[in-house]
């Protein structure tokens, strides 16, 4: 399916493998054909946060990156939740984020600029 480059052949092999790195090279091929339905969902299976967080932004799916972002707290991802909070310019979360990691001066700064 990958020689081919054809993601729902890769889908079809990856559903009967089901390992993440399969389903990992089915999502980049589907990114690679604009196949972004098939793509958020293969990179879902693969739990590839990294992609997802890319197709919600590009694709301006910020409910999303909200429902990520809570994924990222809960595995304590902090750098990734910050990225997310940053995009959604959401300033309560940046500020708990700064709190939370000890950065008082950093959640002023946040808080008086926006």
């Known amino acids: ?14 559903e009967t493998i089901d390992l993440p790195q399969y389903w990992d090279k089915v999502g980049e091929m589907a990114l690679m054909s604009g196949n972004l339905l098939l793509a958020e969902s293969a990179f879902h299976k693969a739990k590839n946060y990294a992609r997802l967080k890319f197709i919600f932004t590009i694709t301006g799916q910020f409910k ?27 300033v309560k979360a940046m500020s708990e984020i700064f709190t939370a990691a000890g950065q008082s001066s950093l ?8």
């Open 1 to 14: 399916a990958v020689q081919l480059h054809d993601p729902e052949l890769g889908r079809q092999a990856a």
């Open 64 to 90: 999303k990156l909200g429902k990520l972002a809570r994924i990222f707290r809960v595995r304590g991802e902090a750098s990734n939740e910050l990225e997310i909070a940053l995009i959604l310019g959401d």
């Open 107 to 114: 959640t002023d700064l946040v808080q008086q600029t926006f």
